[in-house]
């Protein structure tokens, strides 16, 4: 997908590039030597393992979100639960918020361990068609703080991603945190080799967040990461008990689809604002399941329907 150094500047040409090292985008940057020797250009060795790897899942789907409170974590979730609804289908999670995982508590895991086997770290199972892997696990208390930096948080982005034996997948959700950093570029570097459907961007309706995404389309387009479309969250709020639909968050700029038609991207849906939502996450339980009747899961239905489809004609 791309050839950009994970420390790379925001214009940096790629190390395959002629101009590499040699760029104005290239100055002060870490491997500016390095790219203008002319040096033969090394692959990590893990691109091909994580390629090996991951030979063995169908889809790959990456949530994205510019910003952070946009439920992007919330979305993940029922998405993947809504995945699972096929029997047939065997769905994972992999949570890459290194410093807020939040999986294992949305999908009523916590305090389950990881066990290591000849093939590799296995997965959590929260149902029989649905795992999941987060740092969230390895660590003694919930409460216990990551404080690391960069090269210690790719370190573990691409230990996931090579040594978890997932078996057969149909799909592999994975859950990203916000912004257009360390996190996303180690990604990006070590599925460059395996076969992305693409990203869902979430949002909210309200400009603060659509700036935030735009920067967020704007990366990947950057790094190849093709987009499946658009997801606008909290869109509007239905009484539970009066039906009445209102507008927490107005969209002063026309929302997400506006956004959506400004770079001719796909609006997948428009999901309301829900209290059972971040009841059923507080338990572990999902939403699907428990309120499959309502206008919010019918509307969440409806956007995984439409990344199914994506997946299956593309």
Same mark, same amino acid.
């Given at each position: ?19 590499? +090292?040699?760029?104005?985008?290239? +100055? ?22 994580? /390629? ?19 439920? !992007? &974590?919330?979305?993940? &979730? ?6 699972? $609804? ?35 770290? &296995?997965?959590?199972?929260?149902? *029989? ?28 982005? /691409? $230990? ?54 735009? !920067?967020?389309? *704007?990366?990947?387009?950057?790094? !190849? ?9 909290? &869109?509007?709020?239905?009484?539970? /008990?009066?039906?009445?639909?209102? $507008? ?35 338990? +572990? ?15 969440? $239905? ?13």
């Amino acid at each position: 997908m791309s050839d950009v150094p994970q420390d790379a500047p925001e214009s940096c040409p790629g190390t395959q590039s002629e101009a590499a +090292g040699k760029a104005s985008a290239c +100055g002060g940057c870490p491997n500016q030597k390095i790219c203008a020797s002319g040096a033969p250009k090394q692959q990590d060795p893990g691109v091909k393992e994580v /390629k090996w790897r991951l030979a063995s899942v169908k889809h790959k789907i990456i949530v994205l979100s510019g910003k952070g409170g946009v439920g !992007k &974590s919330t979305f993940t &979730s029922t998405l993947a639960y809504g995945l699972a $609804q096929n029997p047939a289908h065997q769905v994972g999670v992999l949570d890459i918020d290194i410093c807020g995982p939040s999986m294992p508590k949305i999908l009523g895991v916590e305090g389950e361990q990881v066990h290591q086997s000849g093939s590799g770290w &296995s997965p959590v199972f929260v149902d *029989d068609n649905l795992s999941v892997m987060s740092i969230g696990f390895l660590l003694q208390s919930d409460s216990d703080a990551v404080i690391w930096r960069g090269p210690r948080k790719n370190g573990l982005i /691409k $230990q996931f991603l090579k040594d978890v034996d997932w078996g057969d997948l149909e799909y592999l959700v994975i859950d990203t945190p916000p912004g257009t950093s360390d996190e996303h570029l180690s990604l990006v570097q070590y599925l460059a080799e395996t076969a992305v459907d693409g990203a869902v961007i979430i949002t909210t309706p309200q400009e603060v967040a659509l700036l935030d995404v735009r !920067k967020e389309i *704007d990366f990947c387009k950057k790094v !190849k990461l093709p987009i499946i479309g658009i997801v606008q969250n909290m &869109s509007s709020f239905i009484c539970p /008990k009066c039906k009445h639909e209102s $507008q927490p968050f107005p969209p002063t700029t026309g929302g997400a689809q506006a956004l959506a038609d400004e770079y001719g991207l796909k609006l997948l849906g428009c999901l309301p604002l829900d209290p059972r939502i971040g009841k059923c996450c507080d338990e +572990g339980k999902s939403f699907l399941a428990e309120y499959p009747d309502t206008q919010t899961a019918i509307s969440y $239905q409806k956007v995984v329907n439409g990344i199914q489809k994506h997946c299956e004609t593309t």
